[in-house]
């Protein structure tokens, strides 16, 4: 799993209408953020990020199969969703995957630019 900010949409290859990865990597126009959830949180994960995530942000993201691009748009509202989230209880095995990705969406508004997720 992991989630790619980008530094940059400028040279960018795109899938569609959205930004790809650059290859090969490492690639200074993006920075990725490897991750992995014990199984243990899987369940958890699903109702606590990708179901309230998905639904605020008219998103695709499924468990483990899919990638999906969050515009600037999107990262305004993940950005706003994730520092409410982080003022309650969460498991400290998934903290530092919600702080990793409220940093990179974070940057992607500074940026105007987005986030790749990939569960």
Not at 48 to 61: K, Q, S, T
Not at 77 to 89: P, Q, S, V
Request: hydrophobic share 40%; proline share 8%.
């Amino acid at each position: 799993m992991w989630f790619v900010l980008f530094k940059t949409l400028e040279g960018v290859p795109y899938y569609g209408d959205e930004p790809d990865v650059p290859e090969p990597l490492p690639d200074p126009r993006v920075e990725i953020y490897n991750f992995d959830i014990g199984k243990e949180y899987l369940g958890y994960f699903e109702q606590d990020f990708i179901n309230p995530v998905d639904e605020r942000l008219n998103a695709l993201m499924d468990d483990y199969t899919d990638v999906d691009y969050l515009n600037t748009e999107k990262c305004i509202k993940l950005e706003f969703w994730l520092k409410e989230r982080l003022t309650r209880d969460l498991p400290e095995a998934l903290k530092p995957i919600y702080e990793k990705l409220l940093e990179y969406a974070s940057h992607a508004v500074e940026l105007k630019t987005g986030v790749i997720v990939q569960l």
